[in-house]
């Protein structure tokens, strides 16, 4: 996948999305990481590439979890998860997506009574709602402080686990990546390309356990050198 113009900011790009499956991708800031979540998105059109769904070019039903929470401060929790509904789903999808992420009792409220947590929340259930084909997450915890962002994770897998969508997950935090993938992506500078991928061989339920994430997180960074400079 390649940009058309004179900046490239992809190039020699090909990847492989399973069904359901969560796909963590590190990479250096400015390499085209967001570029590419805006390509995927239908964002973007200014490229020169194929997107497959199946074997149809077409753009994939989206669900997209921005850096920031892009809330609308004159509608309630409730509201501005309705918006991103369409004219076929019932507004009743909306109650367990809420019991799930713990916001039941804060869907009447609105987003200036809502804590950076809570606001990431919301936007995590406004993305599952639409029961996307791919769902995209631009560093959504890039802000939080770690209690914090370990509690949205936690809150993020039991959703999907129970959801279980394909996601593409862009993060700096090697730690999260271990976390959540099931494969990561090492990406290199612009033009981005793939510099290797892993795939997490730690069960999820020992992904709690913190010494077990940087126990491989140590022997990744030992067993892949290609990768030192992207940490």
Not at 143 to 161: F, M, N
């Amino acid at each position: 996948m390649e940009r058309a113009g004179h900046h490239t900011a992809i190039a020699d790009f090909r990847l492989l999305l399973k069904s359901g499956e969560f796909i963590c991708l590190v990479g250096p800031s400015g390499c085209g990481k967001t570029t590419l979540l805006n390509i995927i998105a239908g964002l973007d059109n200014d490229y020169e590439g194929d997107i497959l769904v199946g074997r149809q070019h077409t753009h994939p039903k989206i669900g997209y979890i921005f850096q920031n929470p892009r809330l609308l401060p004159w509608r309630t929790v409730r509201e501005n998860i309705e918006l991103a509904l369409d004219s076929r789903q019932s507004p009743a999808v909306i109650d367990p997506l809420l019991e799930v992420m713990q916001l039941t009792q804060s869907q009447h409220v609105y987003p200036e009574r809502l804590s950076l947590g809570m606001s990431r929340r919301v936007s995590i259930i406004r993305a599952f709602a639409v029961d996307p084909e791919v769902l995209l997450m631009d560093e959504p915890f890039v802000s939080l402080d770690a209690p914090t962002a370990r509690q949205v994770r936690e809150l993020l897998l039991k959703l999907w686990q129970a959801r279980p969508h394909t996601v593409l997950f862009v993060t700096h935090d090697l730690r999260e990546a271990i976390a959540l993938a099931d494969r990561i992506i090492f990406l290199s500078a612009a033009p981005m390309s793939v510099i290797s991928e892993i795939t997490v061989p730690i069960p999820r339920y020992e992904r709690h356990s913190e010494n077990a994430i940087e126990a491989f997180r140590r022997q990744l960074i030992n067993d892949c050198p290609e990768i030192r400079q992207l940490l």
